[in-house]
T-cell receptor, first 114, second 110 residues
Framework: NAGVTQTPKFRVLKTGQSMTLLCAQDMNHEYMYWYRQDPGMGLRLIHYSVGEGTTAKGEVPDGYNVSRLKKQNFLLGLESAAPSQTSVYFC?????????????FGPGTRLTVL | DQQVKQNSPSLSVQEGRISILNCDYTNSMFDYFLWYKKYPAEGPTFLISISSIKDKNEDGRFTVFLNKSAKHLSLHIVPSQPGDSAVYFCAAPTGNQFYFGTGTSLTVIP
């Protein structure tokens, strides 16, 4: 099993450009999450999904959109990138989303917006 | 508003000694806590957890202590090894979301 994979690993954008980050998991997990990690801020939840076709906002959703058309994939979109979105983005999944479930994280995507 | 806080950004410990990483929380509804470990250029990985019905959970060299009245938990690593050098996050779930602390970077000096 590959676990949780993220594509791409690195990306540099100019302000105003758009892009999509792809997260894929092969563990048949129901719940998937997108986080961003910034210095001194820890991991902050952007959006999450409790199942195929569903999405919900997390702590810092502004400027991002998500889609979960297939159970194994969770896409994070930036329609018009801003320098404030420079960050490391992590995707995670859990079997059922219960609080006691362990989250499995991908390796991260480092995004720089110039 | 940071619901889970780690007030020490970094910690250095000699190999073989004890490492103590601290975490405070503000939400009294939290009833489960997790610690994650993160190496550079990798995603966090689960380390150990504790339920609020316990005040201690042990797994090998790692022990987590929970003090509910103080809303404080700590992770003890004994003995510390160079391979333990990483960033450690505490986290607490509520509803469908997880709240993470800002992390403590541990360096174990050989």
């Amino acid at each position: 099993n590959a676990g949780v994979t993220q594509t791409p690993k690195f990306r540099v954008l100019k302000t105003g450009q758009s892009m999509t980050l792809l997260c894929a998991q092969d563990m048949n997990h129901e719940y998937m999450y997108w986080y961003r990690q910034d210095p001194g801020m820890g991991l902050r939840l952007i959006h999450y999904s409790v199942g195929e076709g569903t999405t919900a906002k997390g702590e810092v959703p502004d400027g991002y959109n998500v889609s979960r058309l297939k159970k194994q994939n969770f896409l994070l979109g930036l329609e018009s990138a801003a320098p404030s979105q420079t960050s490391v983005y992590f995707c995670a999944s859990t079997p059922r989303g219960r609080g006691t479930d362990t989250q499995y994280f991908g390796p991260g995507t480092r995004l720089t917006v110039l | 508003d940071q619901q889970v806080k780690q007030n020490s950004p970094s910690l250095s410990v000699q190999e073989g000694r004890i490492s103590i990483l601290n975490c405070d929380y503000t939400n009294s509804m939290f009833d489960y806590f997790l610690w994650y470990k993160k190496y550079p250029a990798e995603g966090p990985t689960f380390l150990i957890s504790i339920s609020s019905i316990k005040d201690k959970n042990e797994d090998g060299r790692f022990t987590v202590f929970l003090n509910k009245s103080a809303k404080h938990l700590s992770l003890h690593i004994v003995p510390s090894q160079p391979g333990d050098s990483a960033v450690y996050f505490c986290a607490a779930p509520t509803g469908n979301q997880f709240y993470f602390g800002t992390g403590t970077s541990l360096t174990v000096i050989p």
